[in-house]
């Protein structure tokens, strides 16, 4: 079946630097991709998502990256802060359920 | 607050046990999706409801059932609970069937089998 996954399951930052959390997509039917962010004891929380028309879109210090032709997609973090540490998930929706990765795990050292 | 709404927050009960648990979508959202998130898994989905009916099935054991109702809440009932359903359960809603743009998780129900 389709899946969708992340390459690194633990990111670790200094507070201040840029994180960037990459996700594989194996449909390449797929024209609409979410990442959500996960704190500890909470549900997943929207943060940007991005049509398949689209290669970038940007939001308050995130951006997202889409790039078709290799089926992969990228959520960059600028100035990380303490308070981005969390699990990442991308995911794909549309007109499909939405399939999760495992997550990324981003810790943000102070 | 994501405007959908699950209770209770924590849960423990015994093995063979059965709880239910509650959804309440957000405002206008006719769907109401369930996911189940353990320490060793992802999320995994498990199962949709639009408008009272169900959408679609995922990874849903035979124990674990839900329905919506009228008002549009929803309601997973799990029984015969083993150690290995601790877990945390969310519900998600989105305004459409298959339209998932919106798609908007609530806090969570944390469940522990003892």
């Known amino acids: 079946g389709e899946s969708v996954g992340l390459h690194l399951p633990t990111l670790s930052v200094q507070e201040g630097d840029n994180s960037i959390i990459n996700c594989a997509y194996s449909?390449?039917?797929?024209?609409?991709f979410i990442w959500y962010k996960q704190e500890s004891g909470k549900g997943p929380q929207f943060i940007i998502d991005?049509?398949?028309?689209?290669d970038k879109r940007q939001g308050q210090r995130v951006t997202v990256l889409l790039n078709k032709t290799v089926k992969h997609l990228s959520l960059q973090i600028a100035a990380t802060q303490p308070g981005d540490s969390a699990v990442y998930f991308c995911a794909e929706g549309g007109s499909y359920i939405p399939t999760f990765g495992r997550g990324t795990s981003l810790i943000v050292h102070p | 607050d994501s405007g959908v709404t699950q209770t209770p927050k924590h849960l423990i009960t015994a093995t063979g046990q059965r709880v239910t648990l509650r959804c309440s979508p957000r405002?206008?959202?006719?769907?109401v999706y369930w996911y189940q998130q353990s320490l060793d898994q992802g999320l995994q989905f498990l199962i949709q409801?639009?408008?009272?009916?169900?959408?679609a099935k995922g990874n849903i054991l035979e124990r674990f059932s839900a329905q919506q109702f009228p008002d549009l809440h929803s309601e997973l009932n799990l029984s015969s609970l083993e150690l290995g359903d601790s877990a945390l359960y969310f519900c998600?809603?989105?305004?459409?069937?298959?339209?998932?743009?919106?798609?908007?998780f609530g806090s969570g129900t944390r469940l522990t089998v003892v």
């Open positions: 405002s206008g959202d006719l769907s």
């Open positions: 449909n390449s039917a797929s024209d609409y």
């Open positions: 991005i049509r398949s028309n689209m």
């Open positions: 998600a809603s989105s305004v459409g069937d298959r339209e998932t743009y919106g798609y908007t």
């Open positions: 409801y639009y408008n009272g009916e169900e959408r």
